[in-house]
Nanobody, 123 residues
Framework: QVQLVESGGGLVQAGGSLRLSCAASGRTVSSYRIAWFRQAPGKEREFVACISWSGGSTYLADSVKGRFTISRDNAKNAVYLQMNSLKPEDTAVYYC????????????????WGQGTQVTVSS
């Protein structure tokens, strides 16, 4: 019933910025948090950041702290990922996902996923 749609990806030079959006249709109230993951070709899916729907508490992976910011707009059922100081190693498909249960940094804790949006950072 719930659908997630990511947007905002693209091609950017190293040091540049992008802002990703994730729009949710349907009910998301039952989910405690929403997260961003990323996956590069041939690599495992990697946790990036998450935010709670109710209080807005955030948690970011060490690799993106100080560069990325996650935020939400509950009225719009949307979550955003502001990415600054981008590096080539940030190149990946970025996904948003709704939390179900388990360890928040692992993909198996999430039960609903978007289709992903490609982010490519050139050197």
């Amino acid at each position: 019933q719930v659908q997630l749609v990511e947007s905002g990806g693209g091609l950017v030079q190293a040091g540049g910025s992008l802002r990703l959006s994730c729009a949710a249709s349907g009910r998301t109230v039952s989910s405690y948090r929403i997260a961003w993951f990323r996956q590069a070709p041939g690599k495992e899916r990697e946790f990036v950041a998450c935010i709670s729907w109710s209080g807005g508490s955030t948690y970011l992976a060490d690799s993106v702290k100080g560069r990325f910011t996650i935020s939400r707009d509950n009225a719009k059922n949307a979550v955003y990922l502001q990415m600054n100081s981008l590096k080539p190693e940030d190149t990946a498909v970025y996904y948003c996902a709704l939390y179900q249960r388990g360890v928040k940094e692992v993909p198996s804790a999430y039960d609903t996923w978007g289709q992903g949006t490609q982010v490519t950072v050139s050197s």
